[in-house]
Structure formats: structure tokens, C-alpha cells
């Protein structure tokens, strides 16, 4: 049998959200109207929308030996993926402090704290342990830099089809591109690594000929309300966004990536994958919140359906 897993290397975090009015000054104390304490973290937002999407999912991170440790580990578990490679080390849990006020303006201060221990040699025993099992790599950007070019190396060179989510963005050295299936920048992201403003659909093509000159073989970027543009050697399209009402677009990218990455991961082609994760990334900004917006397969597949119809 042919593997069909997902597995994803990344960041593991409690997301530790206060609501106020509006947010202080420098200085001031505000009182605040609730508070909410949730999975975060791409790494795990990834893990979760992939094994939603059906696809049998490892996440390799770590976590600590606090309280919130437990707490992001009881809610991976609940949406189905596999903890076998998420390693307890003595530091604490990563955590994401974020406020946000009536308007829905935020500010965020993450602190990696256990997601900085994941190392190369976690990475090279967890894709051992997984091979044969899964087919897609999905990688991201909120581990130490380094580790995720050894993942993507490790990776590529294991037959995984390694995706790579370069969020938040950061140079990242030649040699690790060639290793890279697939890259997913939003249009800022694309415009801080390629040095090309991102505004349409003309100027992303520009910025993924850069990937593809380094050896990246499909530069998918996303455009948010403008949809997607997916550059190969061989072709380059644009996929239009699919319609909803946004609340918060909050891991509206990890929910793409996951569903992208578990599609591909099922044998399903490239342009029926970008579709899927599109669609999946449309409904997580109806609701707010990260992890708890991510949405399921079957709220995926009701929104293709919709989709399709409307088209004939």
C-alpha cells in the first residue's frame, strides 16, 4: 500500500488570548472582558488541519513539562494526531500572548521557549519512524531555521514531498530550495523573500520565477481575497478565492497548507489539492481563533459542492 500520512515538523504553542475593549497604553492597566487559552502554534495548526482533512498525521515538536503542556497535548490528541513524535523536554511550552480589542486589532508576542529544543537528530528519528507511512513533509518557519532546512533535506531525501510554509519569513540558505515540492508564501511573505512587491496576480508570478530559479518545482501563492497563483516550469494558473464572509483570517494559511498537504498525501492532483486547501482556508476565517477555526473535511467538501454547482 502506498503511504498516504501526513507528517508535520513545526511549533507547538498555548495561545493565551485576552479580550479588552481596547488595548492599553504604554504603562496603563486595562481591565479586560474574557480570556481564552487554546492550541496554537503553525506547526500544530498544520497537524490539525491535515488530520481534519482525513490524513493520517504525525506532528514533530516539543512541548513542556507544564501545565500548558498538557493542555496542547490534549487537544492535538482530540483532533487525531499521532503524539508519538512530540517529545516533553524540560523547557516550558511555547506560548503565544495575544490581546485584542472590540475592533479585532491585535498584538502578539511568541515566545518558542520548548519549540526552540526540537533539533536535527528528533527530526532525523521521527521521519524514520514515519517512513512508509507518510508521503508529505509540511514544514514551517516558528522552529529554529536551521533545523527546518535539515528537515527539508532530511525529508526530500526520504522520498516525502516537502512542503514549505516560509512563515514568518526569514532567509533561508540556497542549498535548501532544490529540496522544496512546493512552497506556499502569502503575497508579504513572497515580497520579504524574493524581493518583489506582491500586489496581483502579475507581480506574484514574478516573485514565484524566483523560487523556481532556485530550484523550488511549484510556487503556490496565495492572495487572499484574490485567490491564488500556482507556478510550475511547466504551466502557471490562477485559482480564484472562494466566497464567505470573514471574521478573523487567523491560521486561514495553516488551514490551507494542512488541507493542501493531506490531499496531496491522498493521491489526489495538484490542481484538485490547491482547490481543497483554498476552500479550507476560505471557511477558517468565518469563525474566529486559530486552532478552533480550522474546519473538516465534510465542511470542505459541502463548500466545493456549493462551488461547483454555482459554475455549471
Same mark, same amino acid.
Given at each position: 500500500?502506498?503511504?498516504?500520512?501526513?507528517?508535520?515538523?513545526?511549533?507547538?504553542?498555548?495561545?493565551?488570548?485576552?479580550?479588552?475593549?481596547?488595548?492599553?497604553?504604554?504603562?496603563?492597566?486595562?481591565?479586560?472582558?474574557?480570556?481564552?487559552?487554546?492550541?496554537?502554534?503553525? *506547526?500544530?495548526?498544520?497537524?490539525?488541519?491535515?488530520?481534519?482533512?482525513?490524513?493520517?498525521?504525525?506532528?514533530?515538536?516539543?512541548?513542556?513539562?507544564?501545565?500548558?503542556?498538557?493542555?496542547?497535548?490534549?487537544?492535538?490528541?482530540?483532533?487525531?494526531?499521532?503524539?508519538?513524535?512530540?517529545?516533553?523536554?524540560?523547557?516550558?511550552?511555547? +506560548?503565544?500572548?495575544?490581546?485584542?480589542?472590540?475592533?479585532?486589532?491585535?498584538?502578539?508576542?511568541?515566545?518558542? %521557549?520548548?519549540?526552540?529544543?526540537?533539533?536535527?537528530?528528533?527530526v532525523d528519528e521521527s521521519i524514520r519512524?514515519?517512513?512508509?507511512?507518510?508521503?508529505?513533509?509540511?514544514?514551517?518557519?516558528?522552529?529554529?531555521?536551521? +533545523?527546518?532546512?535539515?528537515?527539508?533535506?532530511?525529508?526530500?531525501?526520504?522520498?516525502?514531498?516537502?512542503?514549505?510554509?516560509?512563515?514568518?519569513?526569514?532567509?533561508?540558505?540556497?542549498?535548501?530550495?532544490?529540496?522544496?515540492?512546493?512552497?506556499?508564501?502569502?503575497?508579504?511573505?513572497?515580497?520579504?523573500?524574493?524581493? +518583489?512587491?506582491?500586489?496581483?496576480?502579475?507581480?506574484?508570478? !514574478?516573485?514565484?520565477?524566483?523560487?523556481?530559479?532556485?530550484?523550488?518545482?511549484?510556487?503556490?501563492?496565495?492572495?487572499?481575497?484574490?485567490?491564488? +497563483?500556482?507556478?510550475?516550469?511547466? !504551466?502557471?494558473?490562477?485559482?480564484?478565492?472562494?466566497?464567505?464572509?470573514?471574521?478573523?483570517?487567523?491560521?486561514?494559511?495553516?488551514?490551507?497548507?494542512?488541507?493542501?498537504?493531506?490531499?496531496?498525501?491522498?493521491?489526489?492532483?495538484?490542481?484538485?489539492?490547491?482547490?481543497?486547501?483554498?476552500?479550507?482556508?476560505?471557511?477558517?476565517?468565518?469563525?474566529? *481563533?486559530?486552532?478552533?477555526?480550522?474546519?473538516? !473535511?465534510?465542511?470542505?467538501?459541502?463548500? %466545493?459542492?456549493?462551488a461547483e454547482g454555482a459554475a455549471r
Open positions: 500500500m502506498e503511504p498516504h500520512g501526513v507528517v508535520v515538523v513545526g511549533s507547538i504553542s498555548a495561545d493565551v488570548t485576552a479580550f479588552t475593549r481596547r488595548l492599553p497604553r504604554r504603562g496603563e492597566t486595562v481591565l479586560g472582558d474574557d480570556v481564552a487559552v487554546v492550541l496554537g502554534g503553525k *506547526g500544530a495548526n498544520q497537524a490539525v488541519a491535515a488530520a481534519r482533512a482525513g490524513a493520517p498525521t504525525w506532528l514533530v515538536g516539543c512541548v513542556g513539562t507544564d501545565p500548558f503542556g498538557g493542555i496542547v497535548s490534549s487537544a492535538l490528541r482530540s483532533h487525531g494526531v499521532a503524539l508519538s513524535e512530540v517529545r516533553s523536554v524540560g523547557n516550558r511550552t511555547g +506560548v503565544a500572548h495575544i490581546r485584542v480589542d472590540a475592533s479585532g486589532e491585535n498584538d502578539i508576542v511568541m515566545t518558542p %521557549l520548548a519549540n526552540a529544543d526540537l533539533n536535527a537528530e528528533m519512524a514515519v517512513r512508509g507511512k507518510a508521503s508529505v513533509l509540511l514544514l514551517q518557519l516558528e522552529i529554529p531555521a536551521e +533545523v527546518a532546512c535539515h528537515a527539508a533535506e532530511t525529508g526530500a531525501r526520504a522520498g516525502l514531498t516537502v512542503v514549505l510554509d516560509p512563515a514568518p519569513a526569514q532567509p533561508l540558505p540556497d542549498r535548501v530550495w532544490p529540496h522544496v515540492a512546493i512552497v506556499t508564501p502569502n503575497e508579504s511573505e513572497a515580497g520579504a523573500l524574493t524581493g +518583489v512587491e506582491v500586489v496581483d496576480v502579475e507581480s506574484a508570478e !514574478r516573485a514565484a520565477a524566483w523560487f523556481l530559479e532556485r530550484g523550488v518545482r511549484h510556487a503556490l501563492i496565495t492572495l487572499g481575497s484574490a485567490g491564488a +497563483v500556482s507556478v510550475t516550469r511547466e !504551466r502557471t494558473r490562477h485559482f480564484p478565492a472562494y466566497p464567505v464572509t470573514p471574521v478573523d483570517t487567523t491560521a486561514a494559511g495553516d488551514a490551507f497548507t494542512g488541507f493542501l498537504g493531506a490531499a496531496l498525501a491522498a493521491g489526489l492532483d495538484t490542481a484538485t489539492a490547491v482547490r481543497r486547501g483554498m476552500a479550507a482556508g476560505a471557511l477558517a476565517t468565518t469563525l474566529p *481563533g486559530a486552532s478552533p477555526s480550522l474546519p473538516g !473535511r465534510k465542511a470542505v467538501d459541502e463548500l %466545493l459542492a456549493v
